[in-house]
């Protein structure tokens, strides 16, 4: 059965970005039941809100409904493969589209998010680096002009914030991402095609792999 997407009340959001995490991190352990009362209780919120969560939760395959209730089903290996392909998919799309009308585009928005995520480096602010970071590659489906396309990618968005709040929490200097970034935005802007193409999927394949590790040290962590 497919799951619509739901509205959330600002208190719905806030839980569902904290079960996200939880999740993503592992401090929700696959397998666990979601029970509507016992996340209402915990979390201090009615069983409404829950039930939405749940539901989007569902829908981005991070838990699953079994007969007995809802269940975490986590995040695997696969998963990241599978997301990855995806957004490499979407976000290829995206920069062949912008560079198509690369003349005509306005770069103002890259260079500014680029200045932010620069900022954020320097203060060692993980939280709002990941942010930006986000903004950065949301900036080409911007600029590509595609709605759909846009859309897909903002279904996506969150679960690749919350794995990204996991890896810049272990990237002690983000310095250097911020200069991948800048790196990608010229190739993009200036570079041939096919050069934009393969620097995205070296990008891309640098953030799963460090989320694969990421996940792996987690899967280490002793039970508490």
């Known amino acids: 059965m497919l799951v619509s997407p739901v509205r ?3 208190l719905g959001e806030q839980l569902l970005d904290q079960l996200r995490a939880l999740i993503v991190r592992g401090e ?12 209402a209780e915990n979390f ?21 409904t079994r007969r007995r209730g809802v269940f975490v089903r986590g995040l695997t290996d696969t998963d990241l493969v599978e997301l990855y392909s995806l ?7 995206a920069i062949r589209t912008v560079r ?17 995520m620069r900022e954020h480096a320097e203060q060692g602010d993980p ?11 949301s900036a080409f489906f911007e600029l590509a002009g595609n709605r759909r396309l846009a859309a897909t990618w903002a279904m996506h968005r969150p679960i690749f914030a919350a794995m990204l709040d996991v890896t810049n929490t272990r990237d002690r200097d983000l310095r250097p991402i911020a200069d991948d970034h800048a790196e990608l935005a010229g190739t993009v802007k200036d ?29 280490k962590r002793p039970a508490s």
């Open 28 to 39: 929700l352990a696959a397998g666990t039941h979601l029970v509507e009362g016992w996340v």
């Open 87 to 93: 957004r490499g998919a979407l976000e290829g799309l």
């Open 44 to 64: 201090g919120v009615s069983r409404g809100p829950v039930r939405d969560a749940l539901r989007q939760l569902e829908l981005e395959g991070l838990v699953e």
């Open 8 to 10: 959330h009340s600002p």
């Open 191 to 219: 570079g041939t095609e096919r050069d934009a193409l393969a620097q995205l999927t070296e990008h891309l394949d640098g953030s799963r792999d460090r989320m694969r590790a990421s996940l792996a040290e987690l899967a």
């Open 100 to 116: 198509a009308n690369r003349f005509t585009v306005d770069w103002s928005v890259v260079d500014d998010v680029l200045a932010r």
């Open 127 to 137: 939280a709002r680096f990941a942010a930006a970071d986000l903004d950065f590659h």
